[in-house]
């Protein structure tokens, strides 16, 4: 899910994959796809956020194992260079459940095609609530 500086919804999308590498290796996978359409949206400062604490601090330390992850790793590093400002940011579940309910949704296209506009009502919703709760955890 992509937001712009005050919170809405730009774009979000799902996009379904070949088998099962982990949670760690699905939020990386899912990380990269964000950062495609991220990219081919026009946005050029961003802040990637996931309620995976591994995956984070992999790409903060920019830690490339020998693994399926490192390979996703290694390929975040390298797509970042392509915006003028990025950051990574871990997310307690609760700030991030616009993000968790797409993962469990399965695409209408296997290629993924992201909303632009017409989201679903209930994925308005589950934004306005990842929003309270990331407005309550960073006012206090």
């Known amino acids: 899910m992509l937001r712009d500086r005050y919170g809405n919804i730009i ?3 799902s996009k379904l994959s070949q088998g099962f590498g982990g949670a760690t290796v699905e939020e990386a996978r899912a990380c990269l796809y964000g950062l495609r359409n991220a990219h081919a949206h026009g946005c050029r400062n961003i ?3 996931s309620d995976c604490l591994q ?3 992999m790409l903060k330390s920019k830690s490339i194992y020998d693994s399926l992850v490192g390979l996703f790793i290694q390929d975040i590093i390298s797509f970042v260079a392509n915006f ?3 950051s990574w940011s871990f997310v307690k579940r609760e700030g991030n459940q616009v993000a968790h309910d797409l993962a469990h949704r399965h695409p209408l296209c296997l ?3 992201p909303w632009v506009s017409d989201l679903p009502e ?3 919703s589950k934004a306005s609530n990842d929003m309270y709760h990331y407005i309550a955890n960073n006012l206090i």
Do not use: H, N
Request: charged share 20%; aromatic share 12%; hydrophobic share 55%.
């Open 122 to 124: 209930d994925v308005i």
């Open 55 to 57: 995956l984070i601090q």
């Open 84 to 86: 003028d400002f990025f």
């Open 111 to 113: 290629d993924g095609q």
């Open 11 to 13: 774009l979000a999308g």
């Open 47 to 49: 802040i990637i956020e």
